[in-house]
């Protein structure tokens, strides 16, 4: 079965640090990626998402930035953190078959910036 | 724009009572609609997927319906259990784009 993990779980980082958020997914092969934010009293947005290694699609202009290093491997990151950028940060999966995308979503990352 | 609705925005009901959540879109060209679960904290929880070209679909106490030239699906609960209480998001995927739009949810509270 397939699982798909995030971490950390929980983050604060001083307005101006640097970020790394990971996301890995087990039991699948070339699936689509995506990274969402869900910041408070908003719904979820859509950061960005990845159908093969190396492409990525960025939906939203800002300070953050998204790798694809391995097939099964998702990356957000940040040179400079903003106090916009606190909230719950969640990455999901999906395999596109048959004109079905059903995505799945990992246990999320919650990122405070002080 | 699409923009995705869901009425009402928290519901509190009696265990045992069936229920039905709300969710409307304005662009009716889309491709699949998904429902999700949320409990506080945690990451979201696919229940069902409607494609364009279904009606309906069905899980244990879970039905969903999907009307797509009037905007609307809607998710029906029956016999509603406190472990139901959580968020239930909705989300529309346009044409072949993979990207989800949501709505805000509904916060649901199941009282024993």
């Known amino acids: 079965s397939q699982t798909i993990h995030q971490w950390p779980a929980t983050l604060v980082q001083p307005v101006g640090s640097p970020l790394s958020l990971e996301c890995t997914v087990e039991g699948t092969s070339n699936p689509n990626l995506y990274w969402y934010r869900q910041a408070a009293g908003r719904g979820l947005q859509l950061l960005f998402y990845s159908v093969g290694i190396g492409q990525i699609s960025s939906e939203v202009p800002q300070n953050l930035s998204a790798s694809r290093p391995q097939d099964r491997q998702f990356i957000l990151s940040s040179k400079k953190l903003l106090l916009s950028d606190s909230g719950f940060y969640l990455c999901?999966?999906?395999?596109?078959?048959?004109?079905?995308?059903?995505?799945?979503f990992g246990p999320g990352t919650r990122l405070t910036v002080l | 724009k699409q923009e995705v609705t869901q009425i009402p925005a928290a519901l509190s009901v009696p265990e045992g009572e069936n229920l039905v959540l709300n969710c409307s879109f304005t662009d009716s060209a889309i491709y699949n609609l998904q429902w999700f679960r949320q409990d506080p904290g945690k990451g979201l929880t696919s229940l069902l997927l409607i494609q364009s070209s279904q009606r309906e679909q069905t899980s244990g106490r879970l039905n969903a319906s999907l009307d797509k030239s009037s905007g609307r699906s809607t998710l029906y609960i029956a016999a509603s259990q406190p472990g139901d209480s959580a968020t239930y998001l909705c989300a529309v995927e346009m044409d072949s784009s993979y990207k989800l739009i949501f709505g805000s949810g509904t916060r649901l509270l199941v009282r024993p």
């Open positions: 999901a999966w999906s395999v596109p078959l048959a004109g079905v995308n059903e995505q799945f």
